[in-house]
């Protein structure tokens, strides 16, 4: 399934996720480069803060109940890592471009589930495909958010790294 991301406004830290021309997602960061975001898709809330500075992690808490739910982890100067869901779920995001533009989600497996690929200089926008296999997994909406979430983390270190 296709899915389409928007930046409403350039140089905002806020996307929206789009199927067919409903709005089924939405990402708020909190300025640029900053470790905080808010996701919401369908019925569920989700609170991503990231720790460290090489070796980062991403806490991702339902934000009705601030409970941890998940953690990304990542590597230094890294451009992907693995998701540990509760139990024993996890997946792997990794660029596929050399230019940072495209990125996927794999299972276990090595199997691709969610394929990026996002674009733009002053406005980011870009689409989001979704195997029919993870369409109605309960992590789908999460893995779609996140997703985005570390996509503008890397843009944004990238940035400061030309400045």
Not at 35 to 40: H, I
Not at 65 to 92: M, N, P, Q, R, W
Not at 105 to 131: A, C, F, H, P, Q
Request: positive net charge.
């Amino acid at each position: 399934m296709r899915f389409l991301v928007k930046q409403p406004k350039s140089l905002s830290s806020n996307y929206e996720i789009y199927k067919d021309d409903k709005v089924v997602g939405r990402l708020n960061c909190k300025g640029f480069i900053r470790s905080q975001a808010t996701g919401e898709a369908g019925d569920r809330k989700w609170k991503f803060e990231q720790k460290g500075l090489f070796h980062t992690k991403v806490l991702i808490k339902d934000a009705t109940t601030d409970k941890i739910i998940a953690t990304f982890y990542s590597g230094a100067f890294s451009s992907g890592g693995i998701l540990k869901v509760d139990g024993d779920e996890h997946y792997t995001f990794k660029s596929t471009s050399w230019w940072k533009s495209h990125y996927v989600w794999l299972t276990k497996s090595d199997k691709e589930v969610v394929r990026y690929r996002i674009g733009g200089l002053l406005k980011m926008n870009g689409e989001i495909n979704v195997s029919d296999e993870v369409l109605n997994n309960t992590n789908t909406n999460l893995l779609l958010l996140l997703g985005l979430y570390q996509i503008k983390l890397i843009n944004d270190a990238m940035a400061a790294a030309a400045a």
